[in-house]
């Protein structure tokens, strides 16, 4: 158990379905970030989101959608999706948004979302 | 831009060896570098995390080194087990920012008992 927790842990959902991502983390961490893992690419980073602001949107589709109301918890609003979009989605946290160079970024176990 | 390359993509070997994990990157200007470690369906689970003034960390049968003028980074398997199969990632962080890690895309290892 890292400390941060995402739900659901697998969403099916069709190409006109509105849904959300669910992330939280009980580290007391400042920031926090959504990435995309899809089969056979590396993590790409979506967004970051440093002391509730978000600092980074790194070319992401507007069809993905992030919220983030409290540095505990992080959402990711997901409408008209497109089947290209299945993936895991993984949540992470640092303790400060420029941490130093020592620290390290703590996972969720992600969300396995599949669109029909 | 920064790009992170792992190889080989996956590898098998018989329990109890010792084996080595290569990460390469093609910008040297990094702050750290990171290995993780993502069992089937889960999420990364930090294993070691080597600041760019340092040359190598260890913890238990682990142990990474860092080559940052050639752009290379190991991580070292000891007596390997069959617990330690999962796909191992290389991370390196770029930017004195907000944290940005930048993936290779892993190697799988399977120990065969």
């Known amino acids: 158990e890292t400390g941060v927790t995402q739900t659901p842990r697998h969403l099916v959902m069709g190409m006109t379905n509105k849904k959300s991502l669910k992330c939280e983390q009980h580290?007391?961490?400042?920031?926090m970030y959504w990435y995309k893992q899809s089969a056979k690419k590396p993590l790409e980073l979506m967004f970051v989101y440093s002391l509730e602001e978000r600092v980074e949107n790194n070319s992401v589709p507007s069809r993905f959608s992030p919220e983030c109301p409290n540095s505990s918890h992080l959402f990711l609003h997901l409408h008209t999706l497109q089947p290209e979009d299945s993936a895991l989605y993984l949540c992470a946290s640092s303790l400060r948004p420029d941490g130093s160079t020592n620290e390290k970024l703590f996972f969720g176990s992600g969300t396995q979302l599949s669109v029909l | 831009k920064q790009e992170v390359t792992q190889i080989p993509a996956a590898l098998s070997v018989p329990e109890g060896e010792n084996l080595v994990l290569n990460c390469s990157f093609t910008d040297s200007a990094i702050y750290n570098l990171q290995w993780f470690r993502q069992d089937p369906g889960k999420g990364l689970t930090s294993l070691l995390l080597?600041?760019?003034?340092?040359r190598e960390q260890t913890s238990g049968r682990l142990n990474a080194s860092l080559d940052k003028s050639s752009g290379r980074s190991t991580l070292y398997i000891a007596a390997s087990q069959p617990g330690d199969s999962a796909t191992y990632l290389c991370a390196v962080r770029r930017d004195q920012g907000a944290q940005k890690l930048v993936f290779g895309q892993g190697t799988r290892l399977t120990i065969n008992p």
């Open positions: 580290l007391g961490h400042n920031a």
């Open positions: 080597i600041q760019s003034s340092q």
